[in-house]
């Protein structure tokens, strides 16, 4: 499993970020405060608190590509 922070600016970044995550068959979850959601929802993801860091877990050791994909969402 690996573990880090992205953010998600706007409704167009929650789409984009919706689509890269569906194209791969393994779990990521999201997590915001107390909540977890799928990151394949989007309307999971508008349940969050967009304005800060979200916590990304994905369910997989090989997943180099999809790190690549999502690499604009991801912060420090």
């Known amino acids: ?3 880090f922070n992205i953010m ?3 409704i167009n970044d929650v789409k984009n970020f919706v689509n890269v995550v ?3 068959d393994f779990d ?3 997590t915001s405060g ?3 959601v799928d990151a ?3 309307m999971g ?3 969050l608190d967009l304005s800060k860091p979200i916590k990304v877990e994905v369910h997989d050791d090989d997943c180099e590509s999809f790190l690549e994909n999502i ?3 991801i912060v420090e």
């Open 45 to 47: 993801i508008f349940s």
């Open 40 to 42: 394949k929802s989007i």
């Open 71 to 73: 690499k604009p969402f």
């Open 28 to 30: 990521v979850d999201l």
């Open 22 to 24: 569906n194209r791969y």
């Open 1 to 3: 499993m690996k573990a």
């Open 34 to 36: 107390r909540y977890v």
């Open 8 to 10: 998600l600016h706007s």
